[in-house]
Nanobody, 115 residues
Framework: QVQLVESGGGLVQAGNSLRLSCVVSGSIIAINLMGWYRQAPGGQRELVAA???????NYADSVKGRFTISGDNPKKTVYLQMNSLKPEDTAVYYC?????????WGQGTQVTVSS
């Protein structure tokens, strides 16, 4: 059983930054092929950033150049550094695997960006 706990969200003004954290606990040896998803009100959950333990990363066009995903295996934590935030980044952010059957979703962390 794997548990995902996201944190770090908040209310910020456009142009500011936030750093999200996702702690992965349970029966997992290492974090790999994980990503951050977001779901805006009335919208579908979308993948915005993904990383592999080999160092590879991938980003949605909407966040490329502003968001950076990283992982810390000893801490079993995945981070999302979000800079130059825009109102359209407002959503609940979740972490999970990006391939295969997803683990049970965590509660997410709310990010609200005011203009």
């Amino acid at each position: 059983q794997v548990q995902l706990v996201e944190s770090g969200g908040g209310l910020v003004q456009a142009g500011n930054s936030l750093r999200l954290s996702c702690v992965v606990s349970g029966s997992i040896i290492a974090i790999n092929l994980m990503g951050w998803y977001r779901q805006a009100p009335g919208g579908q959950r979308e993948l915005v950033a993904a990383f592999a333990s080999s160092g590879g990363t991938n980003y949605a066009d909407s966040v490329k150049g502003r968001f950076t995903i990283s992982g810390d295996n000893p801490k079993k934590t995945v981070y999302l550094q979000m800079n130059s935030l825009k109102p359209e980044d407002t959503a609940v952010y979740y972490c999970n695997k990006v391939v295969g059957l997803r683990w049970n979703w965590g509660q997410g962390t709310q990010v609200t960006v005011s203009s």
